[in-house]
């Protein structure tokens, strides 16, 4: 055999390895990653699951509880919390059956605050304001992207606002049957249900607030007594320095 030759035959090898280690680097890189992902999925869902289950043990003693012991916003932080994990899972892994599964979870507890604050508020009195929030993923719905940053102010603005947001194609029977109640079109999301009212396309805070004008002069008044309050307490230290 010509020298040349085996020379030829060596190199070829050398690359073939070579080039089977890069492979075989890339597989176990992707697999450790894919492994890291999925271990961070089942740490929120550890973290969800504890939290839905709190949430369910309150549901159950909310109802028991007389007027004098009921606040409207008793879970709205709860709720709140469990979107955020919920969202930040579901960017995390994608489509994952898992992520859907506790998204299915949260929207049954969702559906479950809303008729138990509906229940408080007929047999209390309690003034509670609540919009149920239709929508879509953004390649179909641009402007639900838009909608969403809206209600997340308004709700950050008025802390007795409750938003229930639901995904129109989540395929779950009870979210099915809150579209079915108020005729939700999904050619014309986002949808807001507000008072019982159905309100398609995009809503600007402005618009949301002048439906809701009862919430809006709640927090003014709320917000003017702390003021006083403040001012007050601030004129009482003062006071109090100069008798020093």
Known sequence: MDKSQGTSGKKYLFVFFITLGIFASAFLLSNYFSDRKLEKLRTIQDSISIDLLSSETQF???SELSCKDVSAATLSDELNSLAGKIEFAEGSVGGQSEVEQLKKYYSLLQIKDFLLMEQIKERCGTKIYSILYFYTNA??????VKQGYVLTELRRKYPDLRV???????????????????????????ALIINDAVMTGFKSTEDIEALLPAMVKAQEAKEAKEKAEAEAAAKAKEAEKTEE
Request: some cysteine.
């Open 164 to 190: 229930y947001s639901f995904d129109y194609n989540l395929d779950l029977s009870a979210v099915n049957s809150l579209i079915a109640i108020y005729k939700v079109d999904d050619t014309e999301l986002p």
């Open 139 to 144: 390649d179909n719905c641009t402007e639900c």
């Open 60 to 62: 159950s003693l909310l």
